[in-house]
């Protein structure tokens, strides 16, 4: 059996984390391999407080009381470099436990301080310490309305981290989240199909009615990226006919080393089995992955290109139903020439609790590109006027330079896939070679 290291960064990278954790124990109880970072201490003290307690010990913890006060600079430049050893020293303690260790798991988002300083620090610690164990990294970005003023400074900087040292990226956004949460409210007081709310769900209040969000139901909100790596790390922890190794994922979805950032999308979206809803039928889940109601990112994958895409179901269904749904949707959904035939499919046996059947999709795809163009504006808006600069370069090693060179990254990102949608409409006799920096 294969087995990943879980790092939680930052107080989203821990509030989803705990969310995780919670649903793998309702699936099976078993050791945890965990590392959980914040340089405040609130989240994880309330997770050693609450129903995981138990789960883990302090020998998993790093935190700090001042926090990084939402720069950039200060989680990666400070923190970073003061807690490297610990962290260090932790991580391989947690590695030591797995008999065949083949991913880290880094939870965290990219507009405050920690997640995205810190969480990205990591990922260059993880590459020199451990080059042979692929780093997955779960992106939560702020939304256009985000609270955090320097939350596109973070972003943009974390994203030159990413870009040069994670080996997969699902990036995951906070409004699509949001919507989704808001579309179970409506379904669910439409009274359609017979859907009803469990007791004590995240999405009910204390007396049992539908809550009505005051603000964003972030514990929700969380639940749904902590079914995602539920999704994810499924065939690791059960049998199945057709299993997938997360290098596989990695080998076959990422066909040139920075764009490795994968669209995600889930269904049914109510596996945070706090919602009872009837079960759609088999085939209609296949295309629910397909639209944009059930992305995890505000992305439009049917009407972008595809360098790949992986389907990875949980529950009875058999090779033949992937097969059939694959070939039904092909001629809907755009590939680029040089690899037509770019599906990876894995089954797993066992179902996320309460469903008979899930799908977790992952594709590859030119769709993600409006967020990081939509990143870019939001940064260059703020770093034409020198707002809130000062703020980052009074930290030690910090540098204006710092910030082109991020800036840079992302748009040589744009670029490649702006080369990309380019041959979309190309005959394929006609397509260019892609210049495509390796």
């Known amino acids: 059996m294969t087995q990943s290291v879980i790092v939680q960064v930052g107080q989203c990278g821990n509030q989803i984390g705990c969310c995780f954790w919670d649903l793998a124990l309702r699936e099976h109880a078993a050791v945890n391999q965990a590392v959980l970072i914040d340089m405040e201490e609130g989240v994880v003290n309330e997770i050693l407080q609450g129903p995981l307690r138990d789960v883990f010990d302090s020998k998993q913890l790093i ?5 990084s006060g939402n720069n950039w600079a200060v989680g990666h430049k400070v923190f970073g470099s003061r807690y490297q050893e610990e962290i260090l020293e932790k991580l391989r303690k947690s590695a030591e436990h797995c008999d065949c260790l083949q991913c880290f798991f880094v939870i965290h988002s990219m507009g405050g301080g920690t997640g995205s300083g810190l969480g990205t620090y990591l990922l260059k610690v993880l590459e020199d310490e451990f080059p042979e164990v692929y ?32 080996d997969c990226v699902l990036p995951i956004d906070n409004q699509s989240l949001f919507d989704i949460i808001s579309k179970i409210d409506l379904v669910v007081n439409s009274g359609k199909l017979g859907t009803t709310i469990k007791p004590k769900s995240l999405v009910t209040s204390s007396a049992g009615t539908f809550k009505k969000w005051q603000e964003k139901p972030f514990d929700a909100m969380n639940n749904i990226v902590a079914n995602l790596l539920l999704s994810l790390t499924s065939s690791a922890r059960f049998e199945g006919s057709l299993n997938m190794d997360l ?14 950032y994968l669209v995600s999308s889930l269904t049914p979206l109510y596996t945070l089995a706090d919602v009872n ?83 977790l999709a992952l594709a590859n795809n030119t769709c993600v590109k409006p967020t990081f163009v939509e990143l870019r504006e939001r940064f260059l808006r703020l770093y034409k006027k020198k707002a809130h600069l000062h703020h980052y370069l009074q930290i030690e090693g910090m540098e204006e330079s710092c910030f082109t060179e991020a800036e840079s990254s992302l748009s040589a990102l744009i670029r490649e896939y702006n080369q990309l949608d380019a041959t979309k409409s190309m005959p394929v006799e006609d397509l260019p070679r892609l210049s495509v920096a390796v």
């Not at 935190?63 to 926090?67: A, E, F, K, N």
């Not at 749904?325 to 797993?348: A, H």
């Open 63 to 67: 935190t700090d009381i001042s926090g």
């Open 135 to 166: 780093r997955f990294v779960t992106s939560v970005y702020p939304s256009g309305e985000d609270d955090v003023i320097t939350s596109p400074y973070n972003s943009i900087l974390a994203m030159k981290e990413l870009n040069e040292h994670a």
């Open 247 to 260: 290098n596989e994922i990695s080998m076959n979805l990422v066909p040139f080393p920075q764009l490795h």
């Open 277 to 359: 809803v009837p079960p759609r039928r088999l085939d209609q889940m296949f295309s629910d992955a397909f639209s944009k109601d059930h992305q995890l990112i505000r992305a439009d994958p049917k009407h972008s290109l595809y360098l790949a895409c992986a389907l990875m179901v949980r529950g009875n269904v058999q090779i033949s139903d992937l097969r059939r749904n694959i070939e039904r949707l092909k001629p809907s959904l755009q590939f680029v020439s040089w690899n037509q035939e770019g599906w990876k499919t894995s089954l797993c046996s066992v179902p996320p609790v309460g469903h008979s059947h899930s799908l």
